[in-house]
């Protein structure tokens, strides 16, 4: 069997990076995305290529579908075999506190994002090896907490649009949702929330979720195409159980 090849969006830090170096680990090709020039993603190829793995840095906003189109024509592998549209943005406020500004690039970054991914790269996907797309969802977006309105709007239409394209890609590429609830990242340590001593207390399994958990299982779903197309996997530790309706 070839190499498996993977596309990892916002993949230079955070979950993406976690996915980036499980997948490098497991001998896939990583394409890792980044859309900023930071040190953290050369740390991150210079790490994974010091443990023996294969990638390669691509540079894109998941918004600009030029850049976009720019980068898979970079891409010299005629295959893709995972896309994982990891990238997300987050800027939670109540409802009616929300400007359309923050609307427009909420769901641009969390729903038009992977949309526009998908169409520009399928034909390489439709290459692929048993291809699959795993899209990083959120407890938000089954059940949000007040003040994540735009967020949440965008998680639930991407764990809708995962179940309406495993319908219509059946038996030729697996859509996957992954919902984590909160995640020891740079995202949710540098809320209010993320901040209070006492925030595990309100998650039943007393614990933020490591990142390197959400890789495994991208992970375990890429590899075993014998779970059922079109789920999101719900993974927080209770937490959504505790969320007042
Ligand atoms: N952390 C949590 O508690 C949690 C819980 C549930 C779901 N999630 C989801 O998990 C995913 C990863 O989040 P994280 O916690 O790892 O957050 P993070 O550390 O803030 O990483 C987010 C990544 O997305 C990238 N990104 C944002 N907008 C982009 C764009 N327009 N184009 C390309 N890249 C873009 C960021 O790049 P820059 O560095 O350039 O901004 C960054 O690499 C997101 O989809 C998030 O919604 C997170």
Redesign the pocket.
Known sequence: MDERVALV????????AAICKQLALEGYFVYI????D?PEKDDLINEIRATGGKAKLIC????NIDEIQIAINSIVHEKIDILVN?????QDDLIYKIELKTWHTVLN??YF?PVRLFELIKEKLLKGERPSVIN?????GIKPRAGQAAYAVS?SMIIEWTNVMANTYTNKINFYCV?????K????IQTKWGKDPNATKRIPLGRFTE?EEIAKIVHLLDKNNFILSGQNIVYDGGFINTIME
């Open positions: 969006t916002g993949g230079t830090k955070g979950i993406g995305n980044y859309r900023r930071t894109f906003d998941v918004t990891n990238a997300g943005f987050l970054t969390n994002g990083i969802g959120s407890i938000s998680k919902s984590p609830g909160p995640v990242t740079q995202m949710i990142p």
